[in-house]
């Protein structure tokens, strides 16, 4: 069972940075997708970034493409998530998420692709 566990989420104002972090336990196989979603009052939870564990291979929403960045500590077996240039449309909780598989690629987005999820963290940019 795989339990997941962000943190780094906060207020700043727009074009500032803030860096989320997601520790993962329980991993028994070699291969994992883990994504970053956002969720905003009222809206469907939206794919940010994903990273295939196993080659590093990472995956970007068209909207944080060049500001955010994600990365894995697999020593650690942590996922981070480099925020950059915020805006205030980037408010949202926040949510790491993890799925085992081999492929990442085509589905990396969606939030039905994934069976583990953290409880989130809210981020706020204010303008």
């Known amino acids: 069972q795989v339990q997941l566990v962000e943190s780094g989420g906060g207020s700043v104002q727009a074009g500032g940075s803030l860096r989320l972090s997601c520790a993962a336990s329980?991993?028994?196989?070699?291969?994992?997708?883990l994504g970053w979603f956002r969720q905003a009052p009222g809206k469907e939870r939206e794919g940010v970034a994903g990273?295939?564990?196993?080659?590093?291979?990472?995956y970007y929403a068209d909207s944080v493409k060049g500001r955010f960045t994600i990365s894995q500590d697999r020593a650690k077996n942590e996922l981070y998530l480099q925020m950059d240039s915020l805006k205030p449309e980037d408010t949202a909780m926040y949510y790491c998420a993890a799925v085992v598989s081999w492929q990442c690629g085509g589905s990396w987005y969606s939030a039905q692709f994934y069976n583990y999820w953290g409880q989130g963290t809210q981020v706020t940019v204010s303008s």
């Open positions: 990273i295939k564990t196993r080659t590093g291979t990472t």
């Open positions: 329980g991993y028994t196989y070699s291969s994992y997708c």
